[in-house]
């Protein structure tokens, strides 16, 4: 029996619903107050199960005649204020889960992210061989998944059969608004500029594909960039603003900009009591140049990935 954590997100969602076209049954989970995504509704191969991955005795009860499990949760956040969610979750939430499944022999798939690889090289791609080195200036998000994968290899080291595979951004027409999403709601509503800096993204279905692939290859204790191309933002918005039929974003947000941009912004959720719009981290990551090799995984399982000119239009089309 398989077992997907974080069922109910972008992610999980899809993974679950490539799996259950198969024909294959599966235990989804969920936290209590979490939704089911309609993509999920009603799909009578699914067993739903009610857990906390912070809950111990939750989790026991949900491995219950489990063999693979597919670890999708995880909390996505770049506002310094979730610090202490984001090491609780990805963390400890993680480490519970290859707990478990070392305890009960049970092979682990652990979604991890680009952002536990090694930092951006000077011409030259980053690799699953890089290793990431601390950074004070680090946001939480990337030390959290980097922790939280150094628990799957903890757990490997002590006998667990898991393989991990690091994601870069991920699209998809399930995102919605939310999450990457929340990039093509703010260039289809007139953003008039762009960052230099540069990153790996890929679409939702292709990140699922592969896991699949590589949760049923003899792969283990290896990890793997799941990644179709890499973007300049200005490119990606670009080809978001060509897709919606508005005008693309053409200055360049310079440092000093984007510094006085998420102080506005810091300054603005003081009075409005919402989640500032734009936070240091993400300030500081839409400047770095970040670009991935994606050549393992396509050895590996010899996947063709969707081009990404392709994603960004039918994700267009849908939110048009």
Not at 3 to 23: D, K, M, N, R, S
Not at 103 to 109: A, D
Not at 122 to 128: D, H
């Amino acid at each position: 029996m398989i077992l997907v954590t974080g069922a109910t997100g972008f992610l999980g969602a899809e993974l679950i619903h490539q799996l259950t076209a198969q024909g294959i049954k599966l235990k989804a989970l969920k936290r209590k107050q979490s939704v089911i995504p309609d993509l999920l509704k009603d799909n009578q191969l699914i067993e739903w199960a009610i857990a906390d991955i912070n809950d111990l005795s939750d989790l026991e009860e949900a491995f219950d005649g489990v063999d693979q499990v597919y670890h999708c949760a995880a909390l996505v956040s770049f506002n310094p204020k979730d610090k202490a969610k984001l090491l609780k979750i990805n963390i400890e939430g993680t480490s519970n889960i290859v707990n478990l499944c070392q305890e009960l022999n049970v092979r682990l798939l652990h979604v991890s992210s680009v952002a536990a690889l090694g930092n951006a090289k000077k011409g030259a791609l980053i690799t699953e061989a890089d290793f990431w080195e601390y950074d004070a200036k680090a946001h939480s998000y990337a030390i959290s998944k980097y922790e939280g994968e150094m628990e799957v290899w903890r757990g490997i080291s002590e006998g667990l059969d898991a393989v991990i595979v690091n994601p870069s951004v991920i699209i998809g027409k399930g995102a919605g608004f939310e999450g990457s999403g929340a990039i093509f709601k703010l260039v289809k509503d007139g953003l008039s500029y762009y960052t230099r800096g540069a990153t790996g993204i890929v679409d939702v279905t292709d990140v699922a594909k592969c896991m699949i692939a590589l949760m049923n290859s003899n792969e283990t204790a290896e990890r793997f960039t799941i990644s179709s191309e890499n973007y300049h933002y200005k490119q990606f918005f670009g080809e978001i603003a060509a897709g919606y039929g508005v005008k693309a974003p053409s200055k360049e947000a310079k440092p000093w900009m984007l510094n006085i941009a998420w102080r506005a912004a810091k300054l603005g959720s003081l009075f409005t009591g919402k989640p500032a719009s734009l936070t240091s981290d993400a300030a500081r990551s839409s400047l770095n140049e970040s670009l991935y090799s994606n050549e393992k995984i396509k050895k590996t399982i010899g996947i063709n990935f969707k081009p990404l000119k392709q994603s960004i239009e039918e994700i267009c089309k849908q939110h048009s």
